[in-house]
């Protein structure tokens, strides 16, 4: 199940870069999730999605740095290039990831 919270409001950012980095963590989210809801949210100023883990035990706190993979990695470098804030944070067996943008 997909759980959406989407604020209406209009955002002027680079269209394929936006698309680029949001399609890349709702398929990381898809793709690593439990069984369990994924939740996403987007604002004018941040978009944000969280999904379970089967066992977030057998994953090293370093990749919910980086992401599981290059897709998460090309975030990263997309977000730092164009000044948006990234964040992965682990919380139990829930991984929440953010971009923000000014």
Not at 30 to 35: A, V
Not at 37 to 60: M, V, Y
Not at 64 to 71: D, W
Not at 75 to 86: I, R, S
Request: aromatic share 4%; hydrophobic share 35%; proline share 4%.
């Amino acid at each position: 199940a997909i759980e959406m919270q989407l604020e209406e409001c209009e955002i002027e950012l680079e269209r394929e870069m936006l698309n680029m980095v949001l399609a890349n963590l709702i398929r990381n989210a898809l793709q690593h999730s439990d069984d369990g809801p994924i939740s996403l949210s987007l604002t004018a100023n941040q978009f944000s999605i969280r999904n379970t883990i089967a066992e977030p035990d057998q994953h090293k706190p370093e990749q919910h740095s980086t992401g599981f993979g290059l897709g998460l990695k090309l975030v990263q470098k997309v977000c730092q290039k164009l000044g948006w804030q990234y964040r992965s944070q682990l919380h139990g067996n829930s991984l929440n990831a953010t971009v923000s943008w000014p």
